[in-house]
């Protein structure tokens, strides 16, 4: 008998005589499909274990599928990402499906070659996370790609939507410094560079109910709004301006995490310490928020189970299902160490 050439490579075919199944069988395993037995799909995942058997994509796409899903991100930078990205992999372990990540940057021209990209490689669903893209431009996308956008309010009948209950999250940040005694509460927002509709974008959201509580408060006189970004230097500048008013803030609600940490840092070149002399509360209650010498209070709107839901979503629309969901997460105040009482004085 002839040895197998060890560079050929291995085929359905290989795989079902070795299961001693159908190749249709083999390839309603590939794509998870309904009506496969338990056992069925036990002895097919072990032959093409034992003979190591990889999907061409190139084959998968003139098929009509790749079993890909691109992700979009703005940046990789966010510790916030990571968190989503955790969910999506967990949603999909157990599929054929692998994930491919590119970056949008912070410019809609630069966002739409990422998409692109997505597209070009015929990725079988998108998940854009906090995409700058006009709602037109993302149902073109949707159209014939399956697609979940999250962070974003808007309503489509063309992809789902997973998004946080911003209105909700900032109101709780608000309410607990204002519980706290404080009343100069000034706030980091995040410069719109998106071409979707102000109203539906979770910074102008987080923003204005910032606003809304101050002045339910009797505080619209103490409104104090640094516009920067979501970002490190954007946090660390915004505390900048900040800190050169008079009388200074003393407490900083910054819309994001990332941005809390680059006002952390200015806040203690300044020789001021948190929470003696000022409060710092952020938003997304990352990994980073929690480690002990950060501790920083902030609102979790639970990233893995919005890429855990955002995964399911795009099976669902990969299998068939054609109406529109939305799904919000309640988010919850995360109290810790970078917020406390009013300073004396």
Known sequence: MAARDERRRVTIADVAGHAQVSTTA????????????????????????????????????????????????????NPFFPEILDGLTEQLDGTDYQVIIVQGGSDPKTETKAIDALVDRQVDGALMVAPLSSKSRLEQVAKGTPTVVLGRHEKSAVYDSVFDDDDAGAELVVEHLVALGHRRIAHIAQKDGSLGRAAELLHTIRAATYERVMREHGLGDEIAVATTSYAEEGGYQGALQLLARSPRPTAIFAGADLAAFGALAAIHEAGLTVPADISVA????????????????????????????????????????????????????????STGPLPSG
């Open 282 to 337: 952020g938003y997304d209650n990352t990994r980073l928020a929690r480690l002990a010498n950060v501790s920083l209070t902030s609102v979790d709107q639970d990233g893995v189970v919005m890429g855990r839901t955002a995964g399911r979503l795009l099976l669902e629309r990969i299998e068939g299902r054609t109406a529109s969901v939305r799904f919000s997460v309640n988010p919850t105040l995360v109290p810790r160490r």
């Open 26 to 77: 083999v390839s309603k395993v590939l794509r998870n499909a309904y009506g496969v037995s338990p056992a069925m799909r036990d002895r097919v995942r072990l032959a093409i274990d034992e003979l190591g058997y990889r999907p061409h994509a190139g084959a998968r796409a003139m098929r009509g599928r790749t079993f890909t899903i691109g992700v979009l991100l703005p940046h990789i930078r």
